[in-house]
């Protein structure tokens, strides 16, 4: 089940960014996510805050979030190779897809895109944008699975986070 977050669901959404960082210090992961700097609490707290941020449930426990809404971040207009001509009225996005590191393999993160597109068809939004570092190699490899084509990487600090290389991705559901 996925639905809308919580005020509640902070803390649950916190420690997954923080076992993510977590695999990444070990090791097991690459995301470029930098601790204290983001994501963080106040990440997820802004996302509630603008009605933007959904957190998938299994069994009672958040297991996965992302924020879902027509914000194109300002690199996206450095890209001049985007495959279509997008009206902005008709693009969602989504941001900061997570999901539990010790959920691995359930193929959450594949059925929270599903999600992603499903509200994109009701929304009226044929149009499908996202980003992630050049280093998150785990979820270039599932967007592309998912029919998602990267169309340029641009240059970024991203969420105060110096030096990434944001790789642009597109789908158009027609």
């Not at 992961?29 to 997820?44: E, H, L, S």
């Not at 902005?88 to 691995?104: A, F, S, Y």
Request: hydrophobic share 40%.
């Amino acid at each position: 089940m996925i639905r809308l977050a919580a005020y509640d669901d902070i803390d649950r959404i916190a420690e997954i960014y923080e076992a993510i960082l977590n695999a990444q210090d070990e090791n097991l992961c690459a995301t470029g996510w930098v601790r204290g700097v983001y994501p963080t609490a106040d990440t997820a707290r802004i996302a509630i805050d603008a009605g933007e941020l959904y957190v998938m449930v299994e069994e009672e426990r958040i297991v996965a979030a992302a924020r879902i809404n027509q914000v194109q971040v300002k690199e996206y207009f450095d890209c001049d190779t985007w495959q279509y001509d997008a009206p902005e009225h008709q693009v969602l996005v989504l941001h900061t897809l997570t999901v539990d590191p010790d959920c691995k393999g359930k193929g959450y993160g594949s059925d929270f895109v599903r999600f992603y597109e499903d509200m994109a068809r009701q929304s009226n939004c044929p149009y499908l944008r996202m980003d992630t570092n050049i280093i998150n190699l785990a979820a270039r490899a599932l967007y592309k699975k998912l029919g998602y084509t990267e169309v340029g990487i641009v240059d970024s600090v991203f969420n105060g986070i110096e030096g990434v290389k944001l790789v642009l991705l597109e789908k158009y559901l027609g």
